[in-house]
């Protein structure tokens, strides 16, 4: 079995699980035509994303609930039951976790990320991402995710 890194640079706030992994492969995926990167902009207090089947939505943690969201670049304004989001419709589908590596790079935001769980047969290929802004507020983040 493939034993996977992870490192978590607080210089750059870069999360690898595949460090020998390019980060030009942003994009379509060519054979499948499926997308294969997902970059995130918000204002995060205490959250975490989530990725799975295609599928991305935010579990609020605590204090105040993002807003001024965007996913590839498109304007999203989640309705949201309790603590969850509503899911997220991506144009182009997502390409599947499986045997992948996964990359998460914070582009902006003055704390880092953590990686709560990377996807695995066990949680059923999901992915998820833990933004906690310190001090008190909100900051703006913005997080690429890759994979290949």
Do not use: C
Not at 40 to 66: C, V
């Amino acid at each position: 079995m493939k034993r996977i890194l992870f490192f978590l640079l607080l210089a750059g706030s870069f999360v690898s699980a595949d460090p020998a992994a390019p980060s030009s492969s942003w994009g379509v995926s060519d054979s499948a035509k499926a997308l294969h990167r997902i970059s995130i902009r918000g204002k995060f207090d205490s959250d975490i994303i989530k990725i799975q089947n295609g599928a991305l939505w935010i579990e609020h943690q605590s204090f105040e609930k993002p807003v001024d969201i965007s996913i590839n670049g498109s304007r999203w304004k989640p309705d949201w039951q309790g603590q969850k989001s509503s899911h997220y419709q991506f144009s182009v589908p997502l390409e599947g976790f499986e045997n992948g590596s996964v990359q998460v790079k914070k582009a902006s935001g003055r704390s880092a990320l953590a990686l709560v769980d990377l996807p695995t047969a066990q949680n059923k290929q999901t992915l998820s991402i833990k933004v906690v802004d310190e001090p008190v507020g909100v900051d703006t983040y913005e997080i690429h995710i890759s994979w290949k």
